[in-house]
């Protein structure tokens, strides 16, 4: 035999020797196998960035797997049929990889039995599981591996139809005649007919129970006390089902690509899933692993080991088990070797800073190197940043967006009239907001969840509002309680709220938010029902893991039902009262001395004790004018009986300067705030509140203003000015 000098040239030897049937059935993937190549392929894009001058005369791959220590970060993922390959099948596996030290997994559909392989002698081993229809042949297996001595159950779950592999439908597959599916031997359930297409396409549609869900992975844990690894799982999605019903592990895998074509590679999706695993679970990879640098680059990746599958049955095929040791140990070899040129010691030592990948190599700015120079920056920063359901969450509005666009453009339509030769060496922006003193006229709006942009959330937004000397508006959908904002120090805050059908609940908020020393309540008032957020509802927008509603934590209303297509809206709908009413607002006026704003008119007709302008950000009802349009009729019914503000569309200074003269006593900023502390947290909600304080002081000199007192109608042209005055 020719010396093989690596893993791949097992497969050239195993298709001389092998007859077509089996060679195609172990190598050949789904439909035009686009799948089957990217796995390998994918591994060919990431490139290495490795560090020298390091000493790597001793290099430490050993590493523990569920609580085993193995000698490598590489394992025998499970493989069917193996004395297809070699009369020894999965017992020669079994010794190689108890020698090379590592983990074998058996599959269920092996050649070999459960109690044959453990015969083989000691040796770390998983079961892999497919469920079958008969529920009581899974507990048979599961208790014949529990007694075996296997150590972890791995639960196939692409399969509940077999993949279209067009080779097998040619080579009408089915198993020799002279082997049996050892596990099922004494069920009826060993043989496979001969068909017209594939014996286990047949097999399988016979066999194996289509109606596999999440649920079955707590019933298995009824059964039995092993780990359970959840293989085939490709998606954050899945990734966080499989966190939330309790798997011990998940392998990152598309079934060699033998089930779905045109699914990503399992190299590329295996990020995706370690980010959203967030370390509460190990993550392995299985899929396209032929080289020791393949085993590098999943490691630096986030993985916390590799399984191989096809070299391992190529190797049998050719040298038995002697074949399966040297491609452990082929492996093994190259993985040190690219450890000691990467200046890697030990596998903790393997960092993402290693490899480059595709994304990489993606131009995007960098976020530390952009000189961030106006609000409207950090939008674009944040959207690199956050997840898309995230992003597209504060970022949206309600249905076609005519109104969330037009309360931005409506400030361009309004010109600035400046005064000049006016002293302005002294600019003083400071004003009062029902009796406190604040720096600026600008203030922080209500906003939800803060905790999607950023860890620190509430939090980091309050100290960022402190340290202005401005207002801080905290939602009642936060993701920080009243009581946790309050603790992060002095500082002037309002509290929103949600008037909700329990009564006794809304009582307790206010009197959590007078007793932490809140200076008003600024009531919702245009929420009554759920605003059409389609971005939200193709997204399925739900709570991330890490976030609750804190305001609410304690009486069970904290959490959203994560199985609603959209859960925010559902949820909502559950708790909000649609019978809220202006009778509500004496009823309010009843329980707390605080002041009241009432939040989201839009008329003259409304009236109440304090006012701010606002349609909630363009999220409820679409096509209302933008409120800079709304804000002179609202101020001229007001009268000066109380003060109005204005909520939406503020980017600039000058948008804030604009509000002035049409008689707004200051604005709130909502959207500026979540961007900004989702790039850089408090350090940039400081900056966007700096940011507006500086155009505002300028567009204020440059019109002439020394104080805000000093800003009046003159300074501004509306469109309903030049509309009067093309009458005239």
């Not at 700015?365 to 000189?371: G, I, S, Y």
């Not at 400030?411 to 005064?419: A, G, K, T, V």
């Amino acid at each position: 035999m020719e010396l093989v000098t690596n893993v791949s040239e097992y497969e050239k030897l195993a298709k001389e020797r092998l007859p077509k049937m089996v060679y195609d059935y172990y190598a050949s993937g789904a439909e035009d196998q686009w799948t089957l190549k990217e796995n390998r392929e994918a591994f060919s894009r990431i490139l290495f960035r490795p560090r020298i001058l390091i000493d790597v005369s001793r290099i430490d791959m050993t590493t523990n797997i569920l609580g085993f220590n193995v000698s490598m970060p590489i394992m025998i993922a499970p493989s069917a049929m193996q004395k297809m390959a070699h009369p020894e099948g999965e017992l020669a596996t079994a010794r190689a990889a108890a020698s090379a030290g590592t983990i074998m997994t058996l599959s269920s559909w092996s050649t070999s039995s459960v109690e044959e392989v453990n015969s083989v002698g000691p040796g770390i081993r998983f079961f892999q599981l497919y469920v079958y229809k008969d529920r009581n042949i899974v507990r048979q297996l599961v208790k014949r591996a529990e007694m075996a001595g296997y150590k972890a159950i791995a639960l196939t779950v692409d399969t509940p139809r077999l993949g279209r592999r067009e080779a097998d439908i040619k080579n009408r597959f089915t198993l020799p005649p002279h082997l049996v599916l050892k596990n099922f031997e004494a069920l009826d359930l060993g043989t496979m007919d001969k068909t017209n297409d594939s014996g286990l396409a047949s097999y399988v549609a016979g066999q194996v129970d289509r109606s596999l869900s999440w649920k079955d992975v707590k019933w298995l844990q009824t059964i039995t006390s092993l780990p359970i690894l959840v293989k085939g799982v490709v998606t954050a999605e899945d990734t966080r089902l499989a966190v939330e019903y309790g798997a011990a592990g998940i392998i990152v895998s598309n079934h060699g690509a033998r089930q779905l074509d045109y699914v990503p590679a399992t190299i590329s999706c295996l990020e995706e899933v370690v980010r959203e695993a967030k370390g509460r679970l190990p993550v392995f990879l299985d899929g396209g692993v032929r080289r020791g640098t393949d085993v590098f680059k999943a490691l630096a990746l986030g993985a916390s080991g590799v399984f191989i599958g096809r070299p391992v049955l190529f190797s049998l095929a050719v040298d038995g088990e002697a074949g399966v040791r040297k491609v452990l140990q082929m492996l093994r070899d190259e993985l040190e070797l690219t450890m000691a040129l990467s200046g890697c010691t030990s596998l903790r030592e393997i960092t993402r800073s290693h490899v480059i990948t595709d994304s990489d190599r993606i131009p995007r700015p960098r976020l530390e190197m952009l000189l961030i120079t106006n609000v409207c920056d950090f939008k674009e920063l944040a959207k690199q940043k956050l997840p898309r359901m995230v992003y597209d969450y504060y970022a949206s509005g309600a249905e076609d967006q005519w109104t969330f666009k037009e309360n931005r453009e409506a400030f361009s339509r309004i010109q600035l009239r400046p005064r000049v030769l006016i002293d302005v060496s002294h600019v003083n922006m400071s004003t009062s907001v029902l009796g406190y003193n604040v720096s600026m006229p600008i203030m922080i709006a209500p906003t939800a969840l803060h905790k999607m942009a950023h860890p620190q959330g509430e939090l980091a937004s309050a100290r960022a509002a402190a340290a202005a000397g401005i207002i801080m508006t905290l939602s009642s959908w936060s993701s920080f309680s009243i009581e946790e904002v309050n603790s992060t120090g002095p500082g002037i805050r309002f509290f929103q709220l949600s008037v909700f059908r329990d009564r006794n609940f809304v009582r307790q908020l206010v009197r959590r938010a007078e007793k932490a020393g809140y200076k008003a309540i600024v009531l919702t008032v245009d929420a009554s029902w759920f605003g059409r957020r389609e971005a939200d509802v193709k997204n399925r927008f739900t709570l991330p893991e890490n976030v609750v509603l804190k305001c609410f934590e304690g009486l069970d209303l904290g959490d959203i039902d994560k199985t609603n297509g959209f859960a925010l809206a559902a949820y909502y709908a559950s708790q909000v009262d649609r019978s809220l009413s202006w009778k509500d607002i004496k009823w309010l006026q009843e329980i707390t001395s605080l002041p009241i704003l009432v939040k989201e008119i839009l008329t003259a007709e409304d009236g109440a004790v304090g006012i701010i302008v606002s349609n909630h950000g363009g999220r409820q009802l679409d096509y209302v004018p933008a409120t800079i349009s709304c804000l002179e009729e609202v101020v001229r019914e007001a009268k000066g009986r109380v003060p109005v503000f204005l909520d939406g569309g503020i980017r600039r200074g000058t948008d804030a300067f604009k509000a002035l003269p049409l008689g707004a006593s200051g604005v709130f900023i909502g959207r500026p705030v979540l961007f900004a502390l989702a790039v850089d947290g408090e350090a940039g909600v400081g900056n966007t509140l700096q940011m507006l304080r500086d155009e505002l002081e300028v567009v204020m000199a440059l019109s002439g203003c020394a104080s805000l007192k000093d800003i009046t109608r003159d300074h501004v042209t509306t469109e309903s000015d030049r509309i009067r005055r093309s009458r005239l």
